[in-house]
């Protein structure tokens, strides 16, 4: 949403944000320097768990609003933010890329007047959820816009202090919060078995981006990765790594927009967007720890951009060329309920 925010207060529209405690959200626009109020917080995964932070962030989000003179929200996958709108009876428009979150999709799509997604993702999945005659999509990815203007700073890697010499491996753990309940046979598990003896036989690199406090305490112990303290500059990190392994679906797009390697671990149902990826041989899937492919890739960022040298690489690994797109897009089809 940063970008939006941007070109909506560029515009010079008033634009509040509003950010649920959960994970590295505050520290983000903490990072990103994005002014925001922070409301409600993570209840846990359990269904009954989940429906009471629904309805208590968004009673909260409605005793923020009321009387504020709202013309729109604006959410990307925000429940709470559609469920707000609705009770305060101003229009709404709901972001997501993934078609198969059926609880959530349930609730925005019904409620929301437009339904911003990739083109990739096939506008009559969407139906069932209540979107026909809402859906209004773009070209290509959502990272892709949002990255527009991003160009990677080097600093993060001499804060994680990683040798640009030797192969950087950036992972993202899955949203469950225990790494190891099924050892034996959980493919993430074997990734990082897998990362941590090449860590101690060839000097592989592998940074580990947990999701939560439970995740950085089970890497600590098991040792042998570099684990944040707190939000990074991750983009950056992605653009600078060798390879991009992780069970979600926003680093791996990260990484396919940046140009880097990347395999996802996903076990769930595929959704559009990734088969698209798949199917062009920009996104690979892994079927086990043994295809990771560890050697270095081809030149850095600055130097693909005829900025310098920098140390000797294998060109082993492909080089993708980035895709920019411009922001002014999402934001045209975000504020449409508008235009009645």
């Known amino acids: ?102 609880v959530q999709h349930n609730v925005n799509c019904r409620l929301a007047r437009a339904v911003v997604v990739p083109d990739a993702i096939p506008p009559e999945r969407l139906y069932r959820y209540g979107a026909r005659g809402k859906v209004r999509s773009y070209e290509g990815l959502k990272e892709e816009y949002y990255l527009a203007d991003f160009e990677p700073d080097e600093q993060v890697v001499g804060e994680l202090g990683l040798d640009r010499g030797r192969t950087i491996v950036v992972v993202r753990t899955p949203p469950e919060l225990s790494l190891y309940h099924r050892f034996e046979n959980d493919l993430f598990a074997q990734v990082l078995e897998r990362l941590s003896a090449a860590a101690a036989a060839d000097g592989v690199q592998p940074v580990v981006l947990p999701r939560v406090a439970a995740q950085r305490e089970q890497l600590a112990r098991l040792g042998g990765f570099v684990v944040p303290a707190r939000a990074i500059d991750a983009q950056s990190l992605i653009a600078y790594a060798d390879l991009v392994i992780s069970a979600g679906g926003t680093m791996n797009r990260e990484a396919v927009a940046l140009g880097t390697p990347v395999y996802s671990t996903f076990q769930g149902r595929l959704g559009a967007v990734d088969e698209r990826l798949m199917a062009e041989g920009r996104l690979r899937s892994l079927g086990s720890a043994a295809e990771l492919d560890l050697r270095r890739r081809g030149p850095s960022p600055s130097e693909r951009d005829g900025e310098g040298a920098g140390a000797s690489t294998s060109t082993a690994q492909p080089v993708a060329a980035r895709v920019r797109r411009d922001p002014a897009v999402l934001v045209e089809l975000l504020l449409s309920p508008l235009d009645r």
């Open 1 to 102: 949403m940063r970008p939006v925010i941007e070109h909506l207060r560029a515009d010079g529209h008033d634009v509040q944000v509003t950010a649920r405690d959960f994970a590295q959200t505050l520290e983000l626009c903490e990072r990103l320097g994005i002014a925001h109020t922070a409301i409600g917080r993570h209840r846990g995964g359990r269904m009954a768990a989940k429906a009471g932070g629904l309805v208590s962030r968004s009673g909260a989000l409605v005793r923020w609003a009321r009387g504020r003179g709202f013309d729109i929200a604006l959410g990307h996958s925000s429940n709470d933010v559609t469920v707000a709108a609705a009770l305060l009876r101003i229009p709404s428009s709901t972001m997501f890329d993934y078609e198969w979150a059926t």
